[in-house]
């Protein structure tokens, strides 16, 4: 009965808008907007809809409830869009030309659209829109979650498995060129309110019968809940110099400033204590962040991206490797002559040393295949390789009362390695360890014999072969040396307890690292990988990201930390449903901040005159700055004294991070100034722009550029996204809170104000670039994604 009744106040309230349209009263639900046209030449866009004679529903979102610091990202479900439009749209097109968005509280508590009047805006600085996907679906489409078909296609943030809407097989539709569905996803994050989402006439996104909505909203409450939470609060602590609790690893460990800060640094989803907060933060000991290596000694020219990072994980390295050195030497920045990162030399006197060069180089690694090495094994036996391009030449020694043995490439005897038994008798090749679990207890076959001795000698209990053999094995049983990926060969060794080969005394492993004498032999972590894991180390997850090599793109070359679970430091990674953007030893509030997402959708019938219609539809057009990694860091420009840049470890003072440049007096004159760009450039065919909106996120963004780049339009600018900061003035307009942004977008088409539309033929390039500010403090997770609308024709 209730819910009748409901209806019923549902329905009255609808027929009343739609004589509010009738009469031209209506309004933008969010006001007035500002569009960056292009040339705007006095004329001024027209944003009013009504006053066009558009008409609108509203749509509410089933509720979030969410505590302070606590992520919402999930799916809300099929909703009905009211039912006077799905009668009157029945075997219709609805042609969709623009649509508004905000969070409200709602009167009563859970039951929206009774009193959409009482409605109560969210604060950005509650509730921080990170982004949403919305679509409208209708009689001939549904919403299906399927495992991403394009990895390239990171719209959805990366996930594996996306929502989608498609067709319904079954159906019988009106015009298969007419779209059974459409997705709403335009400037949509923080500055999503603000930002006009709307097309010039003629153009909408079209759809056929429509019935449901959906949205999959992203949300982070940084609602500081002692300025209280309820739609009576929002007025409370509107200065917001008081941001709440944040975890450490927030602002890149550098706390909130002491003048407060009308940002949170919650919304963007540091790495925390609860989730793969990093060890620069959180200590070497935390079980949030694991890195696994795999340091290796090369025969490549360089280590590529693995190279070893700083001078005392060098010197490490080294020593793990069985590489006793008389000197650990750091070289000062600018030495030239030694490759970049971690390299071991033969000295003069016949010792080694090991290198850390922190600066880039063009000096190469040794690639020499003539290479020696030992090894002492704790059983009492030795072996010494000489390797030239065709010949090995190995030394073995141990007791002489006993058998004794090297098996090659091998921790363990299950992995069946070839192996040099000897004894008293001579020298014997075999397999070993060949009966699989029984592999311990196994003597192995007897191999075809490979190995010419050289010369045995017997001195103090001794006894020590010399052996030579062909580089590569006489059969694939023996084993063939190969040093292309690593000048280094694990073996395992066993002494007997007498001269009969059989069940082994004692065992032990060790490693033979091939250095070439006189030259750069680099050591390389080429195994390195990091597990981003919960607060007891559990739960744990590793990625690398499609991100885009130069020349395309630049995450790769300014090593951005989101391209990997070993950097990364903050994002969507650590943003999951349900996580909550606190250390674990951090209170976690009981109190809830309730509220729905809404949307009004603007309308106009599709009218089809012959061969003329009355609208064309735009379907979406999505690329990202940040290709193909859907969120990026810009680290603070300098690291601050004993304060290690999360993503970025060990980075030197005084040095500005990747991708930054700076004027003034830096890093400390009060002039300095600094500021952070990321540039992808890529190709498109037979585009004709209409709508482009960029994403960005509070509070550092400077602009978003799109330029076209062919022939004759050299870096010619077709749309600058420039956002319109808050200044804080919220008893005047609800939406201005301070440091929050909108992102005017630029419009093409015939309405007045706007600018002619661009066609831009076959290949033609284009060039995206986006620059922040970064002076003082980084940021995690920032966006600089083109969600555009256009046609092909
Ligand atoms: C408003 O915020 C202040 C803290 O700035 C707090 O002391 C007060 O209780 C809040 N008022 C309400 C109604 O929550
Ligand atoms: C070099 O560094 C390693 C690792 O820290 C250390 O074990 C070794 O003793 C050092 N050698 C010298 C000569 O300082
Ligand atoms: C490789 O070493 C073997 C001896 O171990 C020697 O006979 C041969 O000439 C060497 N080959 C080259 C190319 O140096
Ligand atoms: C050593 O063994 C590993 C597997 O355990 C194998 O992948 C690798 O190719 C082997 N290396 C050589 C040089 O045989
Ligand atoms: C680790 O934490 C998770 C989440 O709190 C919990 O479900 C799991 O039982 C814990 N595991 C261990 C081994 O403590
Ligand atoms: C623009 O195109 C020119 C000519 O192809 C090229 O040299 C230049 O690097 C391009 N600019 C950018 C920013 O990619
Ligand atoms: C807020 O805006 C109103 C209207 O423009 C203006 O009168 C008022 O002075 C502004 N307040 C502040 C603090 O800037």
């Known amino acids: 009965m209730a819910v009748r009744k409901g209806l019923q106040k549902l329905v009255l309230l609808l027929a009343v808008w739609v004589a509010f349209i009738k009469q031209g009263n209506a309004e933008n639900m969010n006001g007035r907007y500002l569009v960056a046209s292009g040339s705007n030449q006095g004329v001024p866009f027209n944003d009013d809809y009504a006053s066009k004679g558009h008409e609108y529903f509203d749509v509410w979102s089933p509720e979030l409830a969410t505590h302070y610091g606590e992520v919402f990202w999930t799916d809300q479900g099929n909703n009905p869009i009211p039912k006077e439009i799905i009668d009157r749209f029945k075997g219709k097109v609805m042609a969709i030309t623009g649509y508004e968005q905000d969070q409200v509280m709602v009167t009563p508590t859970g039951k929206p659209g009774l009193n959409p009047d009482l409605d109560v805006s969210v604060p950005i600085n509650w509730a921080y829109n990170h982004h949403y996907m919305a679509w409208m679906t209708g009689d001939h489409s549904e919403m299906v979650r399927i495992s991403n078909p394009d990895p390239k296609d990171v719209s959805d943030h990366g996930s594996p498995m996306r929502w989608m809407a498609v067709n319904k097989p079954t159906s019988k539709r009106l015009d298969p060129k007419i779209p059974t569905s459409q997705m709403f996803s335009e400037g949509n994050g923080g500055e999503s309110r603000k930002s006009f989402h709307g097309y010039p006439d003629g153009y909408a996104q079209l759809i056929d019968s429509p019935n449901m909505w959906h949205i999959t909203p992203m949300q982070i409450d940084t609602r500081n809940r002692d300025c209280g939470v309820t739609p009576k609060d929002v007025n409370n602590c509107t200065n917001h110099v008081n941001p709440g609790p944040e975890p450490r690893q927030a602002r890149y460990g550098l706390g909130i400033p002491k003048e407060g800060s009308p940002y949170s640094g919650i919304l963007e989803c540091p790495c925390n204590g609860r989730y793969g907060g990093d060890p620069s933060i959180y200590g070497e000991g935390t079980l949030t962040k694991k890195i696994n290596h795999h340091y290796t000694c090369i025969s490549q020219p360089s280590c590529g991206n693995a190279v070893i990072g700083n001078a005392p994980e060098c010197f490490d390295a080294v020593y793990q490797l069985g590489l006793l050195v008389s000197k650990n030497i750091t070289l000062t920045p600018g030495t030239t002559g030694v490759p970049v990162g971690c390299t071991v030399q033969s000295l003069s006197d016949g010792t080694l040393s090991a290198t850390y060069n922190p600066t880039a180089s063009t000096t190469q690694c040794s690639t020499s295949v003539q290479r020696y090495g030992t090894t002492a094994f704790e059983v009492g036996t030795k072996i010494g390789i000489t390797l030239n391009s065709t010949m090995a030449l190995i030394t073995i020694s141990g007791p002489d009362d006993v058998w004794f043995g090297v098996g ?386």
């Open 408 to 793: 090659f490439n091998a921790t363990h005897m299950a992995d069946s390695p070839y192996t040099i038994i000897i004894n008293s008798d001579g020298v014997y090749e075999r397999q070993i360890g060949t009966c699989g679990s029984e592999a311990e207890h196994c003597p192995g076959d007897a191999l075809d014999t490979s190995v010419t001795v050289v010369s045995t000698t017997v001195q103090d209990g001794k006894r020590t072969v010399v052996l030579s053999r062909p580089l590569k094995g006489k059969t694939s049983k023996h084993y063939t040396f190969d040093i292309t990926n690593e000048a280094q060969i694990p073996f395992i060794s066993a002494i007997g307890y007498s001269q009969k080969f059989d069940y082994h005394k004692a065992h032990s492993s060790g490693l033979v690292v091939l250095l070439a004498h006189g030259e750069q032999n680099c050591i390389c972590d080429i195994g390195k990988s990091g597990y981003m894991c919960d607060n007891n180390g559990t739960n744990c997850d590793t990625f690398v990201k499609n991100c885009v090599p130069a020349p395309d793109g630049d995450l790769l070359s300014q090593q951005n930390p989101t391209c990997n679970s070993i950097q990364y430091a903050g994002g969507l990674q650590c943003c999951k449903h349900g996580r909550i953007m606190l250390d674990a030893d951090q209170e976690i509030r009981p109190e809830l901040l309730r509220y729905h997402m809404k949307f009004r959708f603007w309308f106009q019938e599709y009218k089809v005159d012959g061969e003329q219609v009355s609208h064309y539809d735009l379907p979406r057009i999505y690329y990202q700055t940040e290709a193909w990694a859907g969120e990026y860091d810009i680290p603070p420009a300098f690291a601050a004294p004993g304060k290690p840049i999360p993503g970025y470890p060990n980075w030197p003072a005084n040095t500005p991070t990747p991708g930054t440049k700076c004027s003034g007096d830096c890093p400390n004159g009060k002039d300095c100034d600094c500021v952070h760009t990321i540039v992808f450039r890529w190709t498109v065919s037979n585009m004709r722009l209409i709508y482009a909106g960029g994403h960005c996120h509070a509070p550092s963004c400077i602009s978003l550029n799109l330029y076209r780049n062919d022939t004759g339009h050299e870096m010619e600018l077709l749309c600058s996204q420039m956002p319109v900061y808050g200044s804080g003035n919220v008893t005047h307009n609800k939406y201005d809170e301070l440091g929050y942004l909108a992102l005017p977008p630029c419009l093409w088409g015939n309405d007045k104000g706007l600018q002619p539309s661009v066609f831009l033929g076959p290949n033609t390039p284009l060039v995206s670039i986006k620059h922040n500010h970064n002076t003082n403090m980084g940021h995690y997770g920032e966006m600089a994604s083109w969600q555009m609308r256009g046609t092909f024709f």
